[in-house]
């Protein structure tokens, strides 16, 4: 089945920087754009990053622009977030996601604390 799995989260202090990475599997990853979203308890859930299925469009949030970075190795089906200079603004559950014809698939979602 359809599946995305995050990992990289935990705690960091301000400035600081953190790399997620979501390994897809159940489908042919490379034929699929990525989303990077975050949410904090009692708000939206927010994108603030797309990657295309290759890799040659990207595109961010304002709120992490030139701080984050989305990038993909289509080969062993991972997408990463690389993430500099964060905030505790930046604080949130961070989830990738996929959409497949109707189907919308959600990892299970890292936690990113950044505090001193």
């Known amino acids: 089945q359809v599946q995305l799995v995050e990992s990289g989260g935990g705690l960091v202090q301000p400035g600081g920087s953190l790399r997620l990475a979501c390994v897809g599997s159940?489908?042919?990853?490379?034929?699929?754009?990525i989303s990077w979203y975050r949410q904090v308890p009692g708000k939206e859930r927010e994108r603030i990053a797309f990657?295309?299925?290759?890799?040659?469009?990207?595109t961010y949030a304002d709120s992490v622009k030139g701080r984050f970075t989305i990038s993909r190795d289509n080969s062993k089906s991972i997408s990463y977030l690389q993430m500099n200079s964060l905030r505790p603004e930046d604080t949130a559950t961070y989830y990738c996601?996929?959409?497949?014809?109707?189907?919308?698939?959600w990892g299970q979602g890292t936690q990113v604390t950044v505090s001193s």
């Open positions: 990657i295309s299925d290759s890799g040659d469009r990207t």
């Open positions: 159940g489908f042919r990853f490379s034929r699929y754009d």
């Open positions: 996601r996929v959409v497949i014809g109707v189907m919308t698939r």
